[in-house]
């Protein structure tokens, strides 16, 4: 941990740019039609991501100058090393977005040394916020949410799992057979879906105890969700041999990981 980072200013910066985001990306939500463009690797893009992206930038860049910022928009970001730096993803579920699920999130974290200690989810089509105070400890904001006053706020804890019954969530658009011969392995009394790092923050809540996520993603995914699941005493780990699952890799591609409160007894690949 870095003693001149002001975790507080962090989380003010972050929070109110997560909100305004989420206000922009709910105006074209809302409009009878918006564009859908697909990228270099076939993933979709919409001018919601687009103004999201901006406005968020614009605002870390202007309060953290010095900071390195790697954003999922901005291709020429993803070529940057750093042990400290802001990672963003301003519409994490966009094909849930153009689907019109409302399972999309705004993601924005600082990572230190591999580590995502600070980080902030907003699902403004759920009307749920979501980040880590100044403390590291997480917590979940209620609405209506306004950039400049902070609401109440109600600190979030994972669950106390029953191995003979997990509740278990997973990816609404990427799950497969594979995942589903996993979580086979386990008790479950409830398995749900949902989008973008949504699932991190049920974890988080103790609505859900583990997920597992056998497929693609990039740290921009993962960074602002899984700082929201320390805070709230969960972890994250590697699929593969369960070792700690670190930030600031090459591309920054991610392996695959599991999501989970601890009591969970994870089983082998």
Not at 4 to 10: A, E, K, L, M, P
Not at 172 to 188: E, P
Request: hydrophobic content about 40%; charged content about 25%.
């Amino acid at each position: 941990m870095e003693a001149d980072v002001d975790y507080d200013h962090v989380m003010r910066v972050f929070r109110e740019a997560a909100i305004e985001a989420g206000a922009r990306i709910m105006e074209v939500y809302r409009a009878d039609d918006f564009d859908v463009r697909a990228k270099s690797d076939e993933s979709p893009v919409t001018e919601a991501d687009e103004a999201a992206d901006a406005l968020i930038s614009a605002r870390l860049r202007a309060a953290f100058p010095d900071m390195v910022l790697v954003t999922e928009e901005q291709a020429d970001s993803h070529a940057q090393t750093a042990a400290t730096f802001l990672i963003v993803d301003p519409l994490d579920g966009t094909k849930e977005f153009v689907q019109r699920r409302g399972d999309f999130t705004v993601n924005i974290a600082l990572v230190e040394k591999g580590v995502p200690l600070r980080g902030v989810v907003y699902a403004p089509a759920k009307g749920r916020l979501f980040y880590t105070d100044a403390d590291g400890q997480s917590v979940e904001e209620t609405g209506p949410f306004d950039p400049e006053n902070i609401g109440p706020t109600t600190p979030i804890r994972v669950g106390q799992p029953d191995k003979n019954g997990l509740f278990v969530v997973a990816s609404k658009s990427h799950r497969d057979a594979a995942t589903d011969a996993y979580i086979a392995k386990y008790g479950v009394a409830d398995l749900k879906s949902a989008g973008s790092s949504l699932k991190f923050c049920l974890v988080a809540t103790g609505e859900a105890d583990l997920y597992p996520r056998l497929g693609r993603t990039m740290e921009w995914d993962t960074a602002a969700g899984d700082a929201v699941l320390r805070g709230a005493g969960g972890r994250m780990v590697r699929f593969e041999d369960h070792q700690p699952f670190t930030y600031g890799k090459p591309g920054f591609a991610n392996g695959f990981f599991i999501a989970f409160a601890p009591g969970v007894e994870l089983q082998q690949p």
